[in-house]
């Protein structure tokens, strides 16, 4: 009850701060001049959807982060990861290094390890349908979208899944009703060629047909010194193709897009090796060198380069359907139904040591189908807006594979994993507009989750010359540690959560506004992967979070330039935190196993300020700068032998505090033609890659800066020449990591890509 008053007293607070202020500047705001002088330059209008409804971003009382596909294309951010180096409290790191799966983290709250027993924080929609699984985004996710949006803090009332960091809103073209379309070539160093094409058909009046196709590949640029293929390569087809149908007050679009993915596969390099480790033990100096000489053999090495003692590899086949229909009923009363269902197919194998032992090498297949259906009604009146509606989810995989540890002096842990994830919520918003410039939304949601899991797991002695009369043996074990009846364990959790969202809005003009929002976000609890015993398999609570934030964003005309300013200052309350503790399990040979717990508590604090400004028609400055404060309150684990661990002062992972960026893009004419210039720089401050947050030797990536050019050239209105590269000064620096340390012996990173370059040839027609 004291904190349900505590945050109804904030709300007030902020409210009637909201009104004080409107009444000082409101004079000042009245003076805005909105309409732009004669030649003056103007700023691009940036539609987003963060409300479930199109609306100019300036007019959206959220932090969003929001790109047009122009914006995109003259940035040069063709995939998600470049989106780190454009937008503020916001980072993107691949999945054991894979390009095709990334995880997503705003204001510090992200999920190193998706699979199918748990949710991420921060989950990505594509045409309004959330992906659960996030395979494909970091390869095709950007295929011919009209915008990207990065919302900031917890989205648990209009969206479907329940998420506590935000959301990434992916949204595609729709046919239009001109005959129209767009070749595109790039060439580029490690022999990069991607070709993409666009075409767009009207078929009658109201409806139209819209296809997208990309096949690309490029070398592996990390090379591999065990004489297997270079790693980190790409190869990869995808497609999305659309349909429109329009007749009337109804309108329905049909989505549906594959890729199919393939790669050497990645492997880290190593950073730190603990001589009285298990992994130098078992392969002591007198055995290759020992990993002690492994690590030595990695520092008189190229950056980019690195050991398997197999060849590595990445499959992917991912493939989705999915409709958006509308129909209105009246001027201010809409139908909308948002339907999807989505398939997902990979498999891969690691191999993070970078010695030529086989101190663990992993293979991760795994299958899994979705299925969504969201049904909404909206009342867009004079004074109020509402929306309400019905959310359902089903998902049901399988994660498999094995972890090879220790080669022939240890085991096999052989997995076998399926999993089911149904999701039933109702919510409801509103907006009521209590004067002509003060806004005040209410809204919640309810939600229903179950989780059903069902482990087989086996360790694999035949390997190991001294335990190899065991062969495999059952280790699904019950609560009095024997194996269970068909070595499989059959599990079921239930959860369920509110979440609110109180926000006032005060707008002084069209395009400046202050707003304070709380707004509280809820995870769904769920099972470890690989979990053996009934005290591993007990499953883990719900995290929740409430966002205290204060935002302001103006747009307006200074003289002859345009200037956009977008701020937020937050404060998160961070209770019963999911992190995932690497244990070395039991006597020798031990078992690797990732638990995830409700470990944690913090507070995040933090502040976000974007900016852009055009000077002239020709000259446009943009930047972004954000700080971000995460602090535990406790966090508890144990260490390999069972000693409790206080981990509360460890930093965040994967959450530099300074994240900084500016753009500056100049248009000169050149004998009737535009020639555009544009440089990009960014910065982050110190990070820690460890997913276990315990960061420990070799985990730590130092502060880096990163540079970007791109020259463009307009040979004629329909065709465009573009000079570009990525990471100028060949920056040394690393994305993410393996943290096995303190069991093991050893810690790993995978290198971030070295400096690129090549030339994009777009057609128009």
């Known amino acids: 009850m004291q904190v349900r008053h505590r945050i109804f007293l904030n709300t007030f607070t902020a409210v009637a701060a909201l009104l004080v202020a409107g009444s000082w500047v409101d004079r000042a705001a009245a003076e805005t001049v909105d309409a732009p002088p004669d030649k003056a330059a103007n700023l691009e209008e940036i539609i987003v959807t963060a409300q479930r409804r199109e609306e100019n971003l300036q007019s959206v009382p959220i932090a969003v982060s929001a790109f047009s596909e122009n914006t995109l294309l003259q940035a040069g951010v063709a995939k998600a990861e470049e989106l780190t180096r454009v937008t503020p409290s916001f980072t993107v790191s691949r999945f054991v290094g894979r390009a095709d799966q990334v995880s997503f983290g705003i204001r510090g709250q992200r999920t190193l390890d998706e699979r199918i027993t748990n949710d991420g924080a921060v989950i990505a929609y594509v045409a309004e349908v959330p992906n659960a699984r996030p395979y494909g985004i970091g390869i095709a996710g950007f295929l011919d979208l009209r915008s990207v949006e990065v919302v900031k803090g917890p989205v648990g009332t209009l969206f479907g899944r329940n998420t506590t960091g935000g959301a990434v809103l992916l949204t595609p073209n729709t046919p239009t009703d001109s005959l129209e379309g767009q070749v595109r070539l790039t060439g580029g160093n490690y022999g990069q060629v991607v070709g993409e094409a666009v075409l ?67 492997a880290a390099e190593l950073t730190a090796v603990d001589p009285t480790g298990l992994s130098n033990i078992v392969f002591p100096l007198g055995v290759g060198g020992g990993m002690v000489q492994a690590l030595n053999e990695q520092k008189a090495s190229d950056f980019w380069s690195a050991r398997t003692t197999s060849p590595t590899f990445v499959k992917t086949d991912v493939w989705g359907v999915s409709n958006t229909t509308t129909y ?116 919640a949601r309810y939600s229903w989750d179950e989780r059903r899991y069902s482990p087989s797991i086996h360790h694999d002695f035949s390997q ?135 470990a944690a508590a913090a507070k995040i604090k933090g502040v976000e300020v974007e900016m852009t400004w055009a000077l002239t028609t020709e000259l446009e400055l943009s930047g972004f700068s954000s700080y971000t404060d995460a602090k535990y309150d406790r966090y508890f684990s144990s260490s390999a032998t069972g000693t409790p ?74 065709m465009t020449v573009s000079l570009w590269s990525r990471n100028v000064f060949n920056k040394e620096y690393y994305t993410s990591g393996i943290n096995a340390f303190y069991t093991l012996g050893y810690a790993s990173l995978f290198p971030g890509e070295p400096r690129t370059y090549g030339v994009d040839l777009r057609a128009n027609f």
């Open 328 to 443: 209105a009923l009246s001027d201010v009363i809409t139908l909308k139904n948002i339907l999807g269902y989505r398939r997902t197919k990979t498999a891969s194998f690691v191999d993070t040591d970078d010695s030529r032992f086989i101190v663990i090498e992993t293979s991760l297949p795994a299958v899994a189908r979705q299925f969504s259906e969201e049904a909404q009604i909206q009342y867009n009146g004079e004074k109020l807006r509402l929306i309400g509606g019905t959310f359902y989810f089903d998902e049901k995989g399988w994660s498999g594979g094995f972890n090879n540890v220790l080669g022939s002096a240890g085991f096999l842990t052989v997995l076998d994993e399926p999993a089911e994830n149904i999701s039933k919520s109702l919510f409801a918003e509103g907006t009521y507009s209590l004067t002509d410039k003060f806004n005040l939304t209410l809204g």
């Open 200 to 266: 767009n058909v009207p078929i009658a009046e109201g409806t139209a047909f819209r296809i997208a196709l990309t096949d690309g590949k490029r070398d592996g640029y990390v090379k591999n010194r065990a004489g297997f293929p270079d790693l980190n390569s790409e190869k990869y087809s995808a497609g999305r193709a659309s349909l429109r149908f329009e007749q009337g007050g109804l309108k329905s679009i049909f989505y549906a897009d594959a890729l199919h993915f393939s790669s050497s596969g990645a």
């Open 464 to 598: 190991n010359l001294l335990a190899s009369a065991l062969g495999s043996v059952c280790f699904e074990t019950d609560a009095n540690g024997a194996p269970l009846p068909g070595c499989r364990a059959f599990e079921k959790a239930n959860f369920a959560k509110p979440t609110f969202n109180l926000t006032g809005q005060y707008r002084f003009t069209s395009r400046e506004q202050v707003y304070a929002s709380i707004r509280t976000g809820y995870r769904t609890g769920g099972f470890s992967v690989g979990s053996e015993s009934a005290a591993q398999r007990l499953p883990y609570d719900p995290e929740t979070v409430v966002n205290y934030e204060l935002g302001y964003k103006g747009e307006f005309q200074l003289g002859e330039t345009a200037l956009r300013v977008n701020a937020a200052t937050y404060y998160s309350d961070y209770k019963n935190i999911q992190r995932s503790v690497v244990d070395c399990l039991g006597g020798p040979p031990c078992a690797l196993v990732a638990r995830v717990q409700n």
């Open 645 to 718: 661990v206080d981990l509360s002062k460890q930093p965040f992972a994967y959450q530099p505090k300074i994240q900084s960026g500016v753009t500056a893009r100049y248009t000169i004419p050149v004998q009737g033609h535009d020639l555009s210039l544009q440089a990009n720089g960014s910065y982050q401050s110190s990070e820690n890659l460890s997913g276990d947050e315990a960061p420990g030797p070799g985990i730590l990536q130092p502060g880096y800066a990163l540079a970007n050019l791109r020259a463009e050239f307009a040979l004629n209105p329909r």
